[in-house]
DNA sequence: AATGAATGAGAATTCATTCAT
DNA sequence: CATGAATGAATTCTCATTCAT
């Protein structure tokens, strides 16, 4: 309760006012804790800030992790939708957060995350989806395992863009059209060179 | 001269320790140049990061305009290669202060720089881009508006990918190439659409 | 305890070495206790000052009142010397001070102060000392009010000239009987005019 | 010339924002003097603020001085007029930098004013006024030499009053009387106890 | 476990003063 | 004589962290 009462502070302060404005008394005093609890529970500020992320990152890699048990057996196609969709509204739910996270304070308890060091949920499947490439497009190893990079690439960016930047009116099935359009039609043509 | 180097020790310091270790004292102190003469030129670490980020934005809207005018005259692909390329060894030079300035502290002194709102380089040529979807690709209006957005994404992302967080190994041809790969295979795709 | 530690402190650094030298550091080092502690009690000097000039104030207004309160039932005159004593007794515990708080430094977190505008215990008896120039010396309304405020003018300047500035070798009978005579030879005067 | 306008930019800076806000570098741009001729006049603000005290106070005098030669013959009363008068009207010319010089600053470089310890003009007809009251009043002479500074406290107070805190509603000549009938009152009252 | 007053290192910022030109 | 860039000591203020209760 105390824990979840500083988390949920910290990720109202970081979302207001930045890193910046982000002191432990400042979090304790939001959270309606004394500066002594935040200090039974968490060492520093950074340390709130990745256990946050620890968090954060463990829903959406449950999201994505079940919307391939669910697309299991489908196509690659079917399936990468899948991945998109769930990464699609994993973000929708809290844009700001998720990319305050995972880019603009992304170093920021790093080393106190080490303990799960790939726990980037799009590592996860990189794997996989260079398998697939190899397997349905034919792909050599090493050029699929560049491409898996890029096609996580692809689909991170263009999510931010339109969650986080609102740089494109697009509503969530069409981003979702979108993304898939970018992410195929790069493999497409990267099969065909 | 004091402005150049204190401009250069901000540089090294945000590469080296983050801005979180950017205080003024340290840049003076970094620079050889007293924190007095620090504060007759720039009033705050923030002002120093924001004239940082306006001459790299010169240089590279420099370097692409450039591009674009060696390139006049070719096919939109010719000329949306050129300013791939161009954005490249833009970024090549310096990818980490790159990065930090326009994506990590994209915020910080962001409204020191009111002056030239739009001077980010890669906004400069979405109207040339929308322009030649239309014209070339037979795209309506506001779906090259957003294309062009998607676009400069795509772009900037990968380019960030490979030359700051290094998770592909593909030499500068290679990573140009694989760049209009993903470009032209999104735009091509769309247009089939 | 910590906070009378902080306003002793400051009058003494007051009377010595004057506002210029009044630092927070020297405050607080004086009081043998941590700037830090000193932040969490008041947001500047200036809160300091004004809290010291609050507090003097009140002692002011309870001796004034008092003194009032016993000379209850006698005539204006009794009344008038009952305060005049008051006043010359609360200057002459520490005349110093008394002289810094409302005249020197009488702006200094003037405007921290605005809880209690109207606190000067010298504006407190106007409309008493108004409604008795009318009642006892048949004065117009208006030629009352300027008369009070003539009258405290007097009263407050000469206690000043004699207690902070040594100006006069009187003691505190006498200073009280020249007060009298002064405040009474102006209101006599003005009422045979 | 550079003088002067340091004078007159630091009368201005110390009307307008005080003491505090009143720095060397703040003196010579409102000047526009450069801060390295400041100091080849001035040694420090504090004497700029002695010598512009240092000609206050000749002005006062020479305008004293001159009412009085002119009442010269004339009964103590129109004596004591004169100088009332002189000085009221001196104190309206400019009553803020009147007040700053000689109540709120008083000590402000006076260190540096000691070549003419006794320049404060009020001071300067203290004897005369002692005389006079022993003469025409028949006053003994140790309580002349303190009522004569009673008197001077009572036209200084109540010029102030007047001019710096606009506590009272009079026009030049009724204060002047105002003034009048309270050094009259008092030294009547006085004589006669 | 929870509290929150106290601490003091450290960061931002100002400003009197110097000195080479 | 005038200039103004450079200096750095001094000041204000914040905030992570401790510890007695």
């Keep these: 309760m105390t824990v979840d009462a ?9 979302k207001e006012s930045g890193f910046d404005a982000l002191s432990c008394n400042a979090i304790a005093e939001r959270a309606g804790i004394s500066i002594g609890s935040l200090y039974q529970y968490f060492a520093s500020k950074e340390a709130i800030v990745a256990e946050l ?3 954060h990152f463990h829903e959406v ?13 489908q196509s690659f ?10 990464n699609v509204r994993s973000h929708a739910a809290d844009p700001e957060l998720h990319y305050l996270l995972t880019e603009r304070y992304r170093d920021v308890g790093f080393d106190l995350d080490a303990v799960e060091p ?13 398998e697939s490439l190899i397997r349905e497009y034919s792909y050599a190893r090493d050029t699929a ?40 039609g790069y493999l497409e043509k990267r099969a065909a060179h």
Excluded at 6 to 14: F, G, H
Excluded at 77 to 86: D, I, N, S, T, Y
Excluded at 118 to 130: E, H
Aim: aromatic content about 4%; charged content about 20%; proline content about 2%.
């Design 145 to 184: 395992e560049n491409a898996a990079v890029v096609v996580f690439t692809l689909v991170e960016s263009l999510t931010h863009m339109a969650l986080v930047y609102n740089q494109v009116t697009l509503d969530e099935p069409a981003l979702i059209d979108e993304i898939m359009i970018a992410a195929l």
């Design 118 to 130: 790939k726990s980037d949920p799009t590592l996860l499947y990189s794997d996989a989806v260079t």
């Design 77 to 86: 196609v079917e399936q990468l939708r899948a991945v998109v969709a769930a």
């Design 6 to 14: 500083l988390l949920e502070s910290t990720a109202m302060i970081l």
């Design 53 to 55: 992320r620890r968090r």
């Design 61 to 73: 890699n449950h999201a994505l992790q079940t919307a391939l048990r669910e697309a299991r057996g």
